[in-house]
T-cell receptor
Framework: AQSVSQHNHHVILSEAASLELGCNYS??????LFWYVQYPGQHLQLLLK??????LVKGIKGFEAEFIKSKFSFNLRKPSVQWSDTAEYFC?????????FGAGTRLTVKP | EAGVAQSPRYKIIEKRQSVAFWCNPI?????LYWYQQILGQGPKLLIQ????????DSQLPKDRFSAERLKGVDSTLKIQPAKLEDSAVYLC????????????FGQGTRLTVV
């Protein structure tokens, strides 16, 4: 079965700092890639997704992610974080309707 | 469009009791997933249905967990008997069958076993 690795367990940033969260997966076939966000006390929400085409994907709230096929990576970025971005971020990979999640990265943004 | 509905939202039971969760997916979604999310961890796939057939239940603890999806629509997940380590949020998600699809998640059921 495929696996998903997120490199950082907990990231702490100050407001306006830039963000990059790493995600690598192990499956070699065609994949769909996702980043989900979970704000405190809320359910999972889709930030962005990659199916095909331009490997640089833009999502909601200023987030973007880049798919690098040769590195099996799909890193999440945001140029300038806000306090309201404090949440848990999950990378997910879907291949042939088999959807797996990484362990998550907790982001804390200090005002 | 209505989202994925789950009930109950919260449940507290004693260990060795049984519990059941219900999920109603988005209309037309053939694929239904149940995930277990333990505090501080990512969602772990328990079982995946395609219509009313099981696609993957390799991570379902079958000695105590069971799930069914009658008529390929609603689904129930049951735990009997519950253990303390079953305390988690149980998430239901659904998607269209096929490539280039995304999963939509319900609010989840937070289970506390005491």
């Amino acid at each position: 079965a495929q696996s998903v690795s997120q490199h950082n367990h907990h990231v702490i940033l100050s407001e306006a700092a830039s963000l990059e969260l790493g995600c690598n997966y192990s499956y070699g076939g065609t994949v769909n890639l996702f980043w989900y966000v979970q704000y405190p006390g809320q359910h999972l929400q889709l930030l962005l997704k990659y199916f095909s085409g331009d490997p640089l994907v833009k999502g909601i709230k200023g987030f973007e992610a880049e798919f690098i096929k040769s590195k099996f990576s799909f890193n999440l970025r945001k140029p300038s974080v806000q306090w309201s971005d404090t949440a848990e971020y999950f990378c997910a990979v879907n291949s042939l309707n088999d959807m797996r999640f990484g362990a998550g990265t907790r982001l804390t943004v200090k005002p | 469009e209505a989202g994925v509905a789950q009930s109950p939202r919260y449940k507290i039971i004693e260990k060795r009791q049984s519990v059941a969760f219900w999920c109603n997916p988005i209309s037309g979604h053939a694929t239904l997933y149940w995930y277990q999310q333990i505090l501080g961890q990512g969602p772990k796939l328990l079982i995946q249905f395609q219509n009313n057939g099981v696609v993957d239940d390799s991570q379902l603890p079958k000695d105590r967990f069971s799930a069914e999806r009658l008529k390929g629509v609603d689904s129930t997940l049951k735990i009997q008997p519950a253990k303390l380590e079953d305390s988690a949020v149980y998430l239901c998600a659904s998607s269209f069958r096929g490539v280039n699809t995304e999963a939509f998640f319900g609010q989840g059921t937070r289970l506390t076993v005491v």
